[in-house]
């Protein structure tokens, strides 16, 4: 009689236990849960940790996470007031912030990424094609440094006042976004510009302006190097002619001073007496000898010359 009623104690309390298992749930942290009932919610979001029970079998609960999400959008091809065509690529964040109206309306986080592209995408179509791109490129009117190499066109350009700025633009479409998604259960937290590029079309003509213009002032400068280049050779040349003039002044003086005062020691030799004229005479023969003959020369003398005159005695000798 006993052990049928262990079995009985044990199949209830199996029982007793899937029931439990069956009903408990455990919600964390990032998590809020909705209770449906057939796919109807029963009662209100329960945010708050811990566990929590309901009905087994016929009621199920639904996790959503209360944390802020994130959205990155796909990059768009979008025209500019100015008519310029441009890559725009942006992320968001987001949160679940009525989840009850988040399940009736989406059911997923699935299907609202897919509703977050629709509504951000669009928006910021819209507000580019509201505003030119030097509205979308900057954020404020801070001064710039003049650049000597810029032109005309091209500083009016660069320095135009913005009236409204990146951010101003950002927050545009987060405030057009926001009453769509609220009704939608979403918070959308904040939106940014991710990346702004021309499309390859103009991409490939700011190239080449920029491949040009780099050009032109390498050729400024390089003319300009060319031009003080030559003034320095000219300088050069300047310097070095005067430098070899004023040697070559300095070098005929010397040397005519010393041609005097040589001249003069000859002089006072030669007026000394007979016999220093005389070898002074022999001196300057010989010197001339040596000048005016070589090895090779044949020469054909007079008698009576004074060239003659010392081969003459010598020969007499």
């Not at 006993?2 to 298992?21: C, E, M, S, T």
């Not at 802020?68 to 679940?96: A, M, S």
């Not at 050069?236 to 003069?264: C, M, N, P, V, Y």
């Amino acid at each position: 009689m006993r052990q049928p009623k262990y079995l009985l104690y044990a199949v209830l309390g199996v029982a007793a236990l899937i029931l439990i298992l069956a009903s408990a749930f455990v919600v964390n942290e990032a998590q809020q849960v909705i209770v449906t009932r057939f796919g109807e919610p029963v009662r209100d979001p329960i945010t708050t940790p811990g566990i929590h029970f309901k009905m087994p079998f016929i009621e199920d609960a639904r996790y959503f996470d209360k944390r802020f999400l994130e959205w990155d959008g796909d990059p768009n091809q979008v025209p500019t007031k100015d008519k310029r065509f441009i890559w725009v690529d942006c992320y968001g964040r987001w949160r679940i912030k009525n989840s009850l109206l988040f399940l009736e309306r989406l059911q997923n986080e699935e299907r609202a990424q897919t509703r977050l592209d629709d509504i951000l995408d669009g928006e910021t179509r819209n507000a580019i094609a509201r505003h030119d791109l030097v509205e979308v490129i900057r954020s404020t009117n801070r001064e710039f440094q003049a650049s000597d190499d810029l032109e005309a066109g091209e500083e009016s350009e660069i320095f135009v006042k913005i009236q409204v700025g990146r951010d101003k633009i950002t927050r545009m479409i987060i405030e057009t976004a926001a009453p769509k998604l609220d009704s939608l259960g979403i918070e959308l937290l904040d939106l940014r510009f991710k990346r702004i590029n021309y499309v390859e079309a103009v991409q490939q003509k700011i190239y080449e302006r920029m491949i040009t213009e780099r050009k032109r002032i390498a050729d400024k400068y390089r003319s300009e190097g060319q031009g003080e280049a030559s003034k320095i050779l000219g300088d050069k040349e300047r310097d070095l002619k005067q430098i070899e003039s004023e040697a070559f002044k300095t070098a005929q003086e010397i040397r005519g001073k010393a041609d005097a005062e040589a001249t003069a020691i000859y002089a006072a030799a030669y007026d000394r007496n007979a016999d220093s004229r005389e070898f002074y005479r022999f001196l300057k023969t010989m010197e001339t000898y040596e000048t005016a003959l070589s090895e090779q020369d044949w020469l054909i003398l007079s008698t009576q010359s004074d060239f003659f005159k010392f081969l003459q005695n010598q020969s007499g000798r």
